[in-house]
């Protein structure tokens, strides 16, 4: 009896850059969305933020997960790109009509997080100052 061969490398079209936008102090916006990823089936590649509050994370799953991903995405409190929410639209659509072909390949994405945490902070205690 042979067995068929295993595919050499799972290869997708699914390498998708995204934009969002949060509230959340970084280092927490951080530690809650790798938590949020792994904890839905994810790893997480690299992460990282710089000092003007921008936030890079490159993460992976696969197809058959992608509701559960967008979830959590929104869940976190990320404000996604009108384009992030149509990719990911798009992607999930097309893992629904095609799940049994492509549910077990895997999607990269690159996602930017621009966070307006000091801004926030900075607004509020203008306000709290007026009142």
């Given at each position: 009896m042979t067995l068929p061969s295993a595919p050499s490398s799972i290869s997708s079209n699914w390498a998708l850059q995204m934009r969002a936008t949060s509230m959340?102090?970084?280092?927490?916006?951080?530690?809650?969305?790798t938590g949020a990823i792994l904890g839905s089936?994810?790893?997480?590649?690299?992460?990282?933020?710089?000092?003007?509050g921008t936030?890079?994370?490159?993460?992976?799953f696969e197809r058959m997960c992608c509701?559960?991903?967008?979830?959590v995405l929104i869940a976190v409190g990320?404000?996604?790109?009108?384009?992030?929410?149509?990719?990911?639209?798009?992607?999930?659509?097309c893992t629904r009509c095609h799940f049994d072909d492509i549910g077990g390949e895997i999607v990269s994405v690159d996602l930017e997080i621009h966070s307006c945490w000091?801004?926030?902070?900075?607004?509020?205690?203008?306000?709290?100052e007026a009142a």
């Open positions: 959340e102090e970084p280092a927490r916006l951080i530690s809650n969305l089936g994810g790893w997480v590649l690299s992460r990282g933020a710089n000092d003007a936030i890079n994370m490159l993460f992976e509701v559960d991903m967008y979830t990320l404000e996604l790109s009108q384009l992030a929410h149509l990719r990911f639209t798009e992607l999930c659509q000091m801004e926030s902070t900075a607004c509020r205690q203008n306000s709290s």
